[in-house]
């Protein structure tokens, strides 16, 4: 079993920054990681993913303010977010496709969320 922690969220006025951390549990494996992030009454959507070797996508509208990063020595995958605005404001949630060691079973794995509000 594989645990997905966040951490790093919170409330900032519009045009501040914020960095989100996703710490894989124990000595697990992530290949592909991402964030999501979900508003009220929306759909869960894409945010960035990183592949295990560091190729990185962004969602258009978080081009240029938001980076995605892991360090696979601690396990742990981060979102920077640059320049946010109030439409930015959702809980994130921390994914990957991870197994507990090199052998398997292959999963994806959610974390619990993270609340970012963003102030105008």
């Known amino acids: 079993q594989v645990q997905l922690v966040e951490s790093g969220g919170g409330l900032v006025q519009a045009g501040g920054s914020l960095r989100l951390s996703c710490a894989a549990s124990?000595?697990?494996?992530?290949?592909?990681m991402g964030w999501y992030r979900q508003a009220p009454g929306k759909e869960r959507e894409l945010v960035a993913v990183?592949?295990?070797?560091?190729?990185?996508n962004y969602a258009d509208s978080v081009k240029g303010r938001f980076t995605i990063s892991r360090d696979n020595a601690k396990n742990t995958l981060y979102l920077q977010m640059n320049s946010l605005k109030p439409e930015d404001t959702a809980v994130y949630y921390c994914?990957?496709?991870?197994?507990?060691?090199?052998?398997?079973?292959?999963?994806?794995?959610w974390g619990q969320g993270t609340q970012v509000t963003v102030s105008s």
């Open positions: 124990g000595d697990s494996i992530c290949i592909s």
């Open positions: 990183i592949t295990s070797g560091g190729a990185t």
């Open positions: 994914n990957g496709h991870c197994a507990p060691k090199a052998t398997g079973p292959w999963y994806d794995y």
